[in-house]
Nanobody, 119 residues
Framework: QVQLVESGGGLVQPGGSLTLSCIASGLSFSIFDMGWYRQAPGKQRELVAAITSGGSTNSADSVKGRFIISRDNAKNTVVLQMNSLKSEDTAAYYC?????????????WGQGTQVIVSS
């Protein structure tokens, strides 16, 4: 059974930093593209940052220069380092694992971790 377990959310002041971690189990982690998404109340879920199985990264324009995504295949972990946080970063953050084969798309989500940026 595939599990993605996020941790590291919480309350932080504007300008502060948080590090989110996602530990995956039940899958061949190294072949999956990993991503962090977020969803604020009343808004659609959006991609924050992603890292491919080969290590290529991309991120939303709104977080470029502030958030860094990385992965450790030995630990089945993907990390989102969030710096210079703004109130608009407040959202539930979700870890995603995706692998597209010739036969099917394997797409998994974690339960989410809440990030609140407020003074």
């Amino acid at each position: 059974q595939v599990q993605l377990v996020e941790s590291g959310g919480g309350l932080v002041q504007p300008g502060g930093s948080l590090t989110l971690s996602c530990i995956a189990s039940g899958l061949s982690f190294s072949i999956f593209d990993m991503g962090w998404y977020r969803q604020a109340p009343g808004k659609q879920r959006e991609l924050v940052a992603a890292i491919t199985s080969g290590g290529s990264t991309n991120s939303a324009d709104s977080v470029k220069g502030r958030f860094i995504i990385s992965r450790d295949n030995a630990k089945n972990t993907v990390v989102l380092q969030m710096n210079s946080l703004k109130s608009e970063d407040t959202a539930a953050y979700y870890c995603n694992a995706r692998f597209d084969s010739s036969f099917r798309t394997n797409n998994y989500w974690g339960q989410g971790t809440q990030v609140i940026v407020s003074s």
